[in-house]
Nanobody, 115 residues
Framework: QVQLVESGGGWVQAGGSLRLSCAVG????????MGWHRQAPGKQRELVAA???????NYADFVKGRFTISSDNVKNTVYLEMNSLKPEDTAGYYCNMKVGPFNFWGQGTQVTVSS
């Protein structure tokens, strides 16, 4: 059974940094795309950043220059380094993995940024 387990969320003051991790378990080797999405209360879930198996990356405009997505294929883990955090970055952050026709989600980790 495939499992995506996020960690690293928490509370931080505006301007601070956090590093999220998404560990993939369940015997899956390789992926097409892994991404981080976020959802704030009352809002739709939105893509934050994505990385392909080839290392290509894509970022939402609202995080460009502040967030960095990376992957460690040995550890089967994807990271999201978040710098210069703003109160509007407050949301649940969810890891997503696409493997062929399948789409997997983690349970999410909460990020709260105070002003």
């Amino acid at each position: 059974q495939v499992q995506l387990v996020e960690s690293g969320g928490g509370w931080v003051q505006a301007g601070g940094s956090l590093r999220l991790s998404c560990a993939v378990g369940g015997g899956i080797k390789g992926f097409n795309v892994m991404g981080w999405h976020r959802q704030a209360p009352g809002k739709q879930r939105e893509l934050v950043a994505a990385i392909t198996s080839g290392g290509g990356t894509n970022y939402a405009d609202f995080v460009k220059g502040r967030f960095t997505i990376s992957s460690d294929n040995v550890k089967n883990t994807v990271y999201l380094e978040m710098n210069s955090l703003k109160p509007e970055d407050t949301a649940g952050y969810y890891c997503n993995m696409k493997v062929g026709p399948f789409n997997f989600w983690g349970q999410g980790t909460q990020v709260t940024v105070s002003s």
